[in-house]
């Protein structure tokens, strides 16, 4: 099998089909260091191509960019408006998710009050039933 072929053959196993790198190795008779190094020269190479669907009015190449840049944990950026409590509404929102996604049971949330945050906690549900073993 050449080479290109290989490359073709393992992405398609990987991408596609879901197998691991390990069983990939097992099932083409190659290590799993082989399987992970022709994965990377076809992405090199443009034999496969990610793409990722970014949902629109999203700005996660400037998040990153603010969290390498400033050495921070989450950065969000919104979209901004000519309506002063639009803005407010967006931002709380943002922080709304962010506090979501960072929060585990038992954590307890100290905040100051203003009107940003109070557009926060109205974008936060209820209750929160969370399993702690789905944090990484």
Known sequence: MNNNLLKAKVCKLYY??????????????I????????????LKEGIVEITIN??????????????EKFKIYRAAVVETSFNYEET???????AANCLLDMAYDGDVIGV????????MVNFLPLSIERNNSSHG
Request: no cysteine; proline share 2%.
């Open 31 to 42: 290590s799993r260091f082989k399987v992970a190094d022709l994965l990377d020269q076809a």
């Open 112 to 119: 100051a009050w203003g009107t940003t945050i109070y557009e």
């Open 88 to 94: 407010k509404k967006n931002i709380g929102r943002a």
């Open 54 to 67: 970014e949902p629109s009015h999203t700005f996660l190449d400037l998040e990153s960019s603010l969290e």
């Open 16 to 29: 596609q089909s879901g197998i691991s790198k390990i069983d990939i190795g097992k099932k083409l008779r």
